[in-house]
Structure formats: C-alpha cells, structure tokens
C-alpha cells in the first residue's frame, strides 16, 4: 500500500476521533483563579449599596402596609354610581374615578378622554358616569356609597425621599430581619448526640 492509499484510512479515524469526541472543556484544561489579590468588602463599608438596598426595604415594608390596609378602589363599599339601560347594569363607577364596563357599552363610549383639572374622586366619577349614559342611552344611579369630592382622599405615593436616619435605621432593621431569618433556617437542622456518636437529623 502506498502512502497515497493510506490517507483515506488516515482520514476515515481522524473523523470518527472526532466525532466520538465529548463536547467541553477537559479537566486538564481547568485552572484555579487566584483570589489572593481579592478583598472582601462588607456592604456597610460601600455607602452606596447600603443605601440602596435599605430604600428598596422601605419601600417593600410600604408597599406592604398598603396592601394590608388599604380598600381596593374597586371594592363594593366604593361604588360612586352605576349607569343601567333597561334595569340592566352597563358600567360601575367608583368613589375614586375608576369606572368597568361592559364590552358592549365600552364600544360605545369608545375613547372617553377626562377634561383637565379633574384627576380623580367623586367628581371625576360623577363626570364619566353621565357621559357613559348619554353614550349608551341609560340612566345614572347614584349608590348609598357615594361620597362627596370633599370627603375623598386621593391614595398616599410612596415616598423616594429618605432621611439619613430613616436609611441608617432601615438597613439596621433589614439586617436583624436577615439574621432572626438564618437562625430560624438553622434550627431547621438539628444535630443530637448519643452516646454511641452524633448524626444529623434531617427530618426537622
């Protein structure tokens, strides 16, 4: 056999070495990083991210307080005013301003832009509740639950402004929450003796 005959054969095993070759990086390859030039740095030490983290924990803490407290605007004790055609509820409006409707009757209405100078309460409600109607051809209601623009109070905006002593007392509070969290992890975990030896209970 001549060499010119041999590579065919050469080539068939270089193709079949390869294709029976595992895809990644082979363990050799793998080195170490070195992080003896690398310093820790606690995130008291960085100013910034400790203020930024502690005014996303002032504004969860709200935000939660807020959902724990506060009626939805759409709630049954806040119905402004309904608009019936024919004894028939088309559109519920709301002490806030906020108005449902049905598809049918927002068909109608189409895009109902709000004048100026109304941004919202009772009056903002009375205000589409006729337009509704005039658009539908149906009559407004006013419910038991109404209330005057006088007496409304527009939802209170989480506030992005934070003292330092507001921020300072955030971050030691989100640090304790932190803490009393790992230690309720741990004691998930416990780790009794007996006389023979001690085993790890992971049954906890």
């Known amino acids: 056999m001549t060499p010119a005959d041999a590579l065919p054969v050469a080539g068939a095993e270089a193709s079949t070495a390869a294709g029976n070759a595992k895809p990644g990086i082979p363990v050799s390859a793998v080195k170490a990083l070195d992080i003896s030039g690398l310093k820790i740095i606690s995130v008291q030490d960085n100013p910034e991210l400790r203020d930024l983290m502690a005014t996303s924990w002032l504004r969860m803490q709200a935000a939660n307080s807020t959902i724990a407290t506060d009626v939805p605007d759409n709630a049954p004790q806040n119905i402004y005013a309904t608009v019936k055609v024919n004894g028939k509820v088309v559109a519920t409006l709301y002490n806030g301003g906020p108005s449902a409707m049905t598809n049918e009757a ?60 507001q921020l300072d007392a955030a971050f030691e509070a989100m640090m304790a929450e932190r803490q009393t969290a790992i230690a309720q992890r741990s004691a998930g975990y416990s780790t009794p003796h007996e006389s023979s030896g001690g085993y790890t209970d992971f049954n906890a």
């Open 106 to 165: 927002a068909g109608k209405v189409g895009d109902l832009q709000d004048p100026p100078g109304l941004n919202g309460g009772p009056d903002l409600a009375q205000w589409r509740a006729e337009r509704i109607a005039k658009a539908v051809g149906g009559t407004v209601e006013k419910a038991s639950t109404a209330i005057a623009q006088s007496a409304w109070k527009p939802r209170q905006t989480t506030s992005t402004d934070h003292t330092r002593a």
